[in-house]
């Protein structure tokens, strides 16, 4: 319940706050970014220090909404699963805007990333994250690439595990492109739902109340032998990573089946659960909610996908 008197000596006191800063009473706090973010970016091709403005007005990721984000993950200048990513990529172009849109090229686009790495300095891991936008007045796809530094490699297995809870007060918006990574402001209301009930990560509802994706990734069910996710088309997203562990899981005796979301009955029977994502790697799930869950067969093929790529 909204309570005014408390808004009001929160404001004041918010208030006497920055008068003392003013006066030179505070000393002057330092911004922590919550990101290592590198100092070079790239737009179109071209690299130039993040401090510039990135963009004009005229495009379509402010005026409708219209655009995609892509993140990936790089071991000093090279991209880990290259072409599933650049295929979502393809993809995500197409659907968006049209089957004529015109994108730079595979392996152009490759070089381009290693270049980029090549200037801010070739960090031993690092996580990229692509935006993809249409200029709203030549109609040309523009890209903008941001780098990230990380201090290992989110594919290395480390056995700490994610609690989830599921947050319903908002349901998740059926887009009209399915598997596609739209920001929406959903993740703005989950995410400080998250933070206020000290959760890992969030589940994400539809409009009938079923659980179709999470903040940390797509979501999987381990029932009996088979390995059970979201089909893309109802609300779990097109992801690099999510291709390459259902391979390993169906070459380990896990049966893949997809549905159209879960039910908190399906949840609450599941023997273990997992989250996928490529910009975050593969995650046990041992908490949603009350339920708690172990991590036999989950730690197993987390475990199995972090030696792919080490070659352990």
Partial sequence: ????????????????????????????????????????????????????????????????????????????????????????????????????????????????????????????????????????????????MLQEKLKTSPYEFEQSSLVLGVYDEVCKPCLPIAGIGVPTVVDVFAERWRKEHKFDAVCYVDSEKRIVDTSAGNIYLIIGNQMVGVNPNYGGRNDALSVVTERIAARNGLEIKYINGFQRKNIESADEIMVVSSAYGVKCVVG?????????????????????????
Avoid at 89 to 97: D, E, I, N, P, T
Avoid at 291 to 308: D, P
């Fill in 1 to 144: 319940m909204y309570d005014g008197r408390n808004a009001v000596i929160h404001f004041f006191l918010f208030m006497t706050d920055i008068l003392d800063y003013i006066d030179g009473a505070l000393p002057e706090q330092e911004i922590t970014p919550a990101n290592n973010w590198c100092p070079i970016a790239c737009k179109n091709g071209i690299f130039f220090e993040v401090e510039k403005p990135l963009f004009n007005a005229h495009n379509s990721l402010i005026n409708r909404n219209l655009g995609f984000t892509e993140k990936f993950i790089c071991s000093a200048n090279e991209p880990y699963m290259w072409n599933e990513h650049y295929n979502i990529v393809a993809k995500s172009v197409r659907a968006l805007f049209s089957d004529k849109a015109e994108f730079i090229k595979s392996n152009d686009l490759h070089r381009k990333v290693e270049i980029f790495i090549s200037k801010n300095h070739y960090p031993s891991f690092s996580r990229i994250t692509l935006m993809v936008w249409q200029s709203e007045l030549s109609e040309q796809i523009e890209w903008i």
């Fill in 288 to 312: 949603v909610d009350n339920n708690r869950y172990r991590k036999q067969k989950t730690e197993k093929l987390a475990m199995l996908v972090s030696e792919y790529f080490t070659g352990a």
